[in-house]
């Protein structure tokens, strides 16, 4: 059973930065897509960025692109989200997300399993 754990949320004021970690387990997701979602209040949730975890290939939704890293670590069963210059309209509890998949297809939402979530709270 492939469980996901996010930590790291928190708040932080605008033009700051924060790490989001995920750890997984249940699996060897050497064959996985990672993926960072995230939904704030009265919104629907929206795709942020993910990693194959087998070539560490990346894609990230525009807002992001400059400001946001995702990663991983192979011996921690661990991906990050390293997001630098963060802004109020950041903040949104942000969930992580994994499927295994033959061809990388990070923008198809399909994934099949989600952890629980953590919240980030960007201040003006």
């Known amino acids: 059973q492939v469980q996901l754990v996010e930590s790291g949320g928190g708040l932080v004021q605008a033009g700051g930065s924060l790490r989001v970690s995920c750890t997984a387990s249940?699996?060897?997701?050497?064959?996985?897509?990672m993926g960072w979602f995230r939904q704030a209040p009265g919104r629907e949730r929206e795709f942020v960025a993910a990693?194959?975890?087998?070539?560490?290939?990346?894609t990230y939704v525009d807002s992001v692109k400059g400001r946001f890293t995702i990663s991983r670590d192979n011996a921690k069963k661990t991906v990050y989200l390293q997001m630098n210059s963060l802004k109020p309209e950041d903040t949104a509890v942000y969930y992580c997300?994994?499927?295994?998949?033959?061809?990388?297809?990070?923008?198809?939402?399909?994934?099949?399993?989600w952890g629980q979530g953590t919240q980030v709270t960007v201040s003006s």
């Open positions: 990693i194959r975890w087998s070539t560490s290939r990346t």
């Open positions: 249940g699996s060897t997701f050497s064959t996985y897509t």
């Open positions: 997300a994994a499927k295994p998949e033959r061809f990388y297809t990070p923008l198809l939402n399909n994934y099949d399993y």
